[in-house]
């Protein structure tokens, strides 16, 4: 099983911006996406982004479209995770995860995959 370490969490000002990183412990296969999850106290867990290694396919949350970009490094092993003009209500602990995607129902595919143990981004209004 890949073992997934996310950085870059932090606490920022409403409007600020910060970079996630997420370093996979080895090269993860064609079919798989590669992405973010975050969950805030006393909110439904939420699918942010993912990349496909496939072909590179990006997907986004209605909520962050604009905002957020994924990319990633593969002679690295690792996916970024650039956020911008950040609100408030993107305070989270943001999970990276990784898995085998079916179709384009990525939330589902980083679900059930592989987490990391998660960073903390807290936005201040």
């Known amino acids: 099983e890949v073992q997934l370490v996310e950085s870059g969490g932090g606490l920022v000002q409403a409007g600020g911006s910060l970079r996630l990183s997420c370093a996979a412990s080895?090269?993860?296969?064609?079919?798989?996406?590669i992405g973010w999850i975050r969950q805030a106290p006393a909110k439904k867990r939420e699918g942010v982004s993912c990349i496909s290694t496939s072909d590179g396919t990006t997907y986004y949350a209605d909520s962050v479209k604009g905002r957020f970009t994924i990319s990633s490094d593969n002679a690295k092993n690792t996916v970024y995770l650039q956020m911008n003009s950040l609100k408030p209500e993107d305070t989270a602990i943001y999970y990276c995860?990784?898995?085998?995607?079916?179709?384009?129902?990525?939330?589902?595919?980083?679900?059930?995959?592989?987490w990391g143990q998660g960073t903390q981004v807290t936005v201040s209004s």
């Open positions: 080895r090269f993860i296969f064609d079919g798989y996406g």
């Open positions: 995860a990784a898995g085998f995607i079916d179709g384009t129902n990525w939330v589902a595919a980083l679900e059930v995959g592989s």
